[in-house]
Nanobody
Framework: QVQLVESGGGLVQAGGSLRLSCAASGRTFSTYAMGWFRQASGKERDFVAAVSRYGGTTYYADSVKGRFTISRDNAKNTMSLQMNSLKPEDTAVYYC??????????????????WGQGTQVTVAS
């Protein structure tokens, strides 16, 4: 089992940047593929980005490709999401998640076993 805690959210102007972090407990962090999801008010939780167990493979939602970068540091049990060129439509609660699934593309929230509590990102226009 793993516990996840996000940090780094806040209020930023459009065009600005934020870096989200996800700290994981436990000694088996590298056994989990990791992902970021977001949920805007009144909307469903959407996939943002994911990274494979050792960081060799990453994939992104089309809406963030080229602006966001996901990374992980297994030695520190952390995952990050660098968000650049932020837009008002990026406003949402951002969640990190861990998956034990062997699936190749972990874009569905149902493939994730563990979730953090979320961190609010607000982008002002």
């Amino acid at each position: 089992q793993v516990q996840l805690v996000e940090s780094g959210g806040g209020l930023v102007q459009a065009g600005g940047s934020l870096r989200l972090s996800c700290a994981a407990s436990g000694r088996t962090f590298s056994t989990y593929a990791m992902g970021w999801f977001r949920q805007a008010s009144g909307k469903e939780r959407d996939f943002v980005a994911a990274v494979s167990r050792y960081g060799g493979t990453t994939y992104y939602a089309d809406s963030v490709k080229g602006r966001f970068t996901i990374s992980r540091d297994n030695a520190k049990n952390t995952m990050s999401l660098q968000m650049n060129s932020l837009k008002p439509e990026d406003t949402a609660v951002y969640y990190c998640a861990a998956s034990t699934s062997p699936a190749a593309r972990l874009v569905a929230s149902t493939l994730y076993n563990y979730w953090g509590q979320g961190t609010q990102v607000t982008v002002a226009s």
